[in-house]
Each structure stands twice: as C-alpha cells, then as structure tokens.
T-cell receptor, first 111, second 114 residues
Framework: ELKVEQNPLFLSMQEGKNYTIYCNYS?????LYWYRQDPGKSLESLFV?????AVKQEGRLMASLDTKARLSTLHITAAVHDLSATYFC???????????FGKGTSLLVTP | DADVTQTPRNRITKTGKRIMLECSQT?????MYWYRQDPGLGLRLIYY???????NKGEISDGYSVSRQAQAKFSLSLESAIPNQTALYFC?????????????FGPGTRLLVL
C-alpha cells in the first residue's frame, strides 16, 4: 500500500520568510503532483513532477522530486499572505490508475 | 463555464436515505474519479472509471456505488446514507494521452448526513 506523508501538517510563517514542505512516499513512483486548496474551494494543480531530479518553479513556489529518496519538496520563497492555503502532494502508483494524497499542509502567512 | 461541474453543491440528508451526487465534464477526458475529503485526512479514492465500460473500486468503496452514463457523466450514489459519510466529495477527470497529465477537480459537494 502506497503511503504518502507530508510534514509539517500546520505551518505559520511570517511574510518574507522562506520555508519548505516535505512529502515522503513509501513505494516506487515516478509521478508526483502538488495541489493547492483554498478554504471551501476545490483543488488547483500547481506542479506535475514526472522524473527523478525534476524541478519546477512558479512564482514564489518551487517543487522538486527525488525518486531515489522518495521525497518531494515544495519550497516557499519570501512568503506573502496570498500563499495561505492548504497544500497537498499526491503520488501516482506505478500501476497508474489513481492518486494517493498526503494529509495536506495548512499554511498561514502572517504579516 | 466550469469544465468539471458537480451537483448538488450542498446536500443535507437523513440516515438511511439514498442519494446521488452527479458530475459532468466538458473536457473530453476519458478518466473520471470520485474522492472524499475529511478534515485532516487528505483525499481518498472511492471509485474510478477509465471509460464508460470500465469502472473500478478505490480505497473506500464500501457503501457507495457509481454509474458512468456517458463519457461526460459519472454519478456517485450512497445507497443508504450513514453519518460517517458526512464529507466533502470531489469529482475529478484526467486525460492519459497528455504527457503532463494532472487531475482536474470539480468544485465539490458538501454532504451532511443526519
């Protein structure tokens, strides 16, 4: 059974600071996804990481994937309030049929 | 117009009632999924369908059934609702032909079972 663990689950950070969210998973996979969810809203796709060493950046967010370590990171640079949301990583099993989600990281960026 | 729509958006029902949640998509995707989200638990897969004739159980299918009426429509039914089925339900779609495939989520249906 594929397990996906995110940490931290809750994160309060000041504007302007940097931080990293970690996503570990338990079995082999080459496909990892990051989503953002605002309160009461649906999930929005942020990044799709498809191979070892993949790195993608969008604004203040950068995601990377290390398939050998079974680890993905979501790095936040110079946080701003608009980044406050819950971030999920999801891993696709090699059987390729569905996503296994982490529990999510609730991020609050304060002035 | 939204690409993935869900109806109803909110529903309150009583224990033992049968209810149906509907999902429609205009993205032309073959694959459709139903997930439920509970606070602090992430999303868990209930059922998924790769095409109209291919329906499969997910991690937590007990107490649920689905129907894929057409490529664009995928319905989730709770045969006899119980309080622990109170959750936020999401439908999603994907297109495996696209290299950087992601899943596109609907707006969600908030269900309360009394």
């Amino acid at each position: 059974e594929l397990k996906v663990e995110q940490n931290p689950l809750f994160l309060s950070m000041q504007e302007g600071k940097n931080y990293t969210i970690y996503c570990n998973y338990s079995t082999t996979s080459d496909r990892l996804y990051w989503y953002r969810q605002d309160p009461g809203k649906s999930l929005e796709s942020l990044f799709v990481l498809l191979s070892n060493g993949a790195v993608k950046q969008e604004g203040r967010l950068m995601a990377s994937l290390d398939t050998k370590a079974r680890l993905s990171t979501l790095h936040i640079t110079a946080a701003v309030h608009d980044l406050s949301a819950t971030y999920f990583c999801a891993v696709e099993e090699n059987s390729g049929y569905a996503l296994n989600f982490g529990k999510g990281t609730s991020l609050l960026v304060t002035p | 117009d939204a690409d993935v729509t869900q109806t109803p958006r909110n529903r309150i029902t009583k224990t033992g009632k049968r209810i149906m949640l509907e999902c429609s998509q205009t993205k032309g995707h073959d694959r459709m999924y139903w997930y439920r989200q509970d606070p602090g638990l992430g999303l868990r897969l209930i059922y998924y369908s790769f095409d109209v004739k291919d329906i499969n159980k997910g991690e937590i299918s007990d107490g649920y059934s689905v129907s894929r009426q057409a490529q664009a429509k995928f319905s989730l039914s709770l045969e006899s609702a119980i309080p622990n089925q109170t959750a936020l339900y999401f439908c999603a779609t994907s297109d495996p032909r696209r290299y950087q495939e992601t899943q596109y989520f609907g707006p969600g249906t908030r269900l309360l079972v009394l």
